[in-house]
């Protein structure tokens, strides 16, 4: 029985492929961070996986300043190739940008007649 198990076990671990037991070097490495509170990081992998990101604190009028942060990462598809994402993330929030993210549909061409003409329009007197 112990036999039996052993074998099953050696089975599975031959079957596992090589790029989950075989360690993916670090190519590329930075950090820093200064006194003022910025910052940037980047690295990139041996399997094509890449990252930098740089932040700030930016006055925004408020008592508190706001972090700005801005970055982008890309790694290798399923499909041989490239996902690449560029963000921005501030007090207006996460805003990412790529070619794979999905997009709203176009603005129907009433609707646009009618937000052209509304702009336009002259301002109506409050009742």
Request: glycine share 8%; aromatic share 8%.
């Amino acid at each position: 029985m112990k036999t039996i198990v052993f074998l099953g076990f050696l089975a599975v671990a031959l079957a596992a492929p090589q790029a989950l037991t075989e360690p993916i070097p670090i190519v590329k490495q930075v950090s820093e961070i200064n006194p003022d509170g910025s910052y940037s990081w980047a690295y990139e992998t041996g399997n094509g996986i890449n990252a930098n990101e740089n932040g700030a604190l930016k006055n925004i009028g408020a008592e508190e300043p706001a972090l700005q942060v801005e970055g982008q990462f890309s790694y290798p598809s399923e499909e041989g190739g490239n996902i690449q994402l560029s963000y921005i993330a501030n007090e207006n929030g996460f805003q990412p940008q790529g070619a794979h993210l999905p997009t709203p549909p176009p603005i129907p061409e009433a609707i646009q007649r009618a937000l052209a003409y509304l702009a336009t329009a002259p301002p109506q007197a409050e009742n």
